[in-house]
């Protein structure tokens, strides 16, 4: 059992760099900034964080649409990969110099990170740390929207909007691991062709083609089973006449707004579920037990290679505006990531 002694910290700087938002607005607000490397407590570890992950939340938290968690960290930034350096009180799972990738609540855009121990996963075998540290944040979102929230089984047809982003990438690959039909939809023929290479059974150019239509074509009628939503807007009405009866539609953003005039007699003559969740504000011990649900089914996939994470591309911590005004262009399919060290 690891030491709860956290003596290491005494060999680690005392400063560390970090990304800031300086103000809300346009990505040129992420500003370095030096600040204390963050001491971990009861049940924390603290991780030297090797990459981390830009995520749409990030974009969102710097243009000022949403406010960290209380007692979170300011910066932004929910995933990294690294090396634990230091045990806070409890911690019964890590070692000094064991390599992670986790979820944090903020922090992620620094050197260094604290999170609970139970949000750090292993790194799957054959992992760098650059494809480690893309895998909690959607990981995470996935699971328990298809698979807990959604029911996703074997057999069903799933529809996943957004195909060629971060959290698209990793729908399509597990749900094609575990049985279901996965139809996508993405704004391109070529982000089309990446999600029918990922394993999506087919794929949709929402610019050209009617999603609702063709989707009825291709299901003979019968409709969708489980829907991942983070569109929103006039989708929650077209996701009604698409879904099946008895679907489950999940929404996880509203990228074209939450509000919208809908029909809902759909609701009723589908016994349809449509149901929602933000990862962010959960509970240390609800995302804990996220964490004890991937290791058991997914990370065994990534372990022998038969999914993995899309790095669309990289940059350094520095240029994390970079980062954010390459995601906001939309021309990227799956994770663009920050290297931290090395």
Known sequence: MPSSDPSSLETLPQMMTVIAISEHGAPNVLKPEKRRVPVPHQGEILIKIAAAGVNRPDIMQRQGHYRPPEGASDLPGLEVSGTVVGLGRDTERYAIGDKVCALCPGGGY?????????????????????????LPETYFTVW???????????GDVFLVHGGSSGIGTTAI???????????????????????????????????????????????????????????????IERNYKVAATDGRIVQIAFLNGAISEVNFMLLMLKRLTHTGSTLRPRSIEAKSQIAIELEQEIWPLLDKGIIGPVIDSKYSLLEAGKAHQHMEEGKHVGKIMLVVDG
Do not use: W
């Not at 328990?144 to 074997?154: A, Y």
């Open 110 to 134: 620094a050197e260094y990170v604290v999170v609970p121990e139970g949000h750090a996963l292993p790194i799957p075998k054959g992992f760098n740390f650059l494809q480690a540290a893309a």
């Open 144 to 154: 328990t929207n298809v698979f807990q929230r959604g029911q996703l089984k074997s």
């Open 173 to 235: 690959q597990i749900a094609k691991a575990r049985g279901a039909t996965v139809i996508a939809t993405a704004g391109s023929d070529e982000k089309c062709s990446a999600c029918k290479k990922l394993g999506a059974d087919y794929a949709i150019n929402y610019q050209t083609t009617d999603y609702v239509q063709a989707v009825m074509e291709l299901t003979e009628g019968a409709g969708a089973n489980v829907i991942l939503d983070m569109v929103g807007g006039d989708y």
